[in-house]
């Protein structure tokens, strides 16, 4: 599996095809993409991918594959308590994103996904021929 994404700060403005120095309102950041924190482990059966995604509900989550890649994207939803109104945010909504190539020895349908706590547990199975297997070997 390969790792195939940076930190990205994107410019809307550039996005829609403007180009160039661009004007932005005070109050409007330029939209944030954090590449989130990923442990992997291989074992004989699989891959078991572990993604750090704080503030990401299972509704703003979306895992994609495609081909052979896996693709991980969220947004975090940080709570306004009601009534209040925002003087000042340092703190944004951050979007997560990151991009991963399979190896051909993975099973990409059979993929199961769980997110619990912030944390995305991807578990990915090899598929039945790329397995080890033991091999018996007879006498005479």
């Not at 994207?73 to 000042?88: D, F, I, K, N, Y």
């Not at 991009?99 to 578990?123: C, M, R, W, Y």
């Amino acid at each position: 599996m390969t790792d195939s994404n940076q930190v990205v700060q994107r410019d809307q403005a550039n996005a829609a095809g403007q180009g160039g120095a661009v004007a932005q309102r005070r109050d409007e950041a330029p939209a944030m993409t954090l590449v989130p924190a990923v442990d992997i482990f291989e074992t004989a059966a699989g891959v078991t991918l572990w993604a750090d995604l704080p503030g990401v509900p299972r509704e703003k989550l979306e895992v994609n594959v495609h081909d052979s890649s896996l693709r991980i994207e969220g947004e975090a939803v940080l709570p306004m308590p009601a009534g209040l109104r925002v003087q000042h945010a340092e703190v944004r909504q951050p979007r997560y994103a990151r991009t991963f190539t399979l190896s051909p020895d993975l099973d990409a349908s059979g993929i199961e996904a769980n997110l619990q706590d912030g944390v995305l547990k991807l578990t990915i199975p090899r598929r039945d021929e790329a397995r080890p297997r033991r091999i018996e070997v007879s006498v005479g």
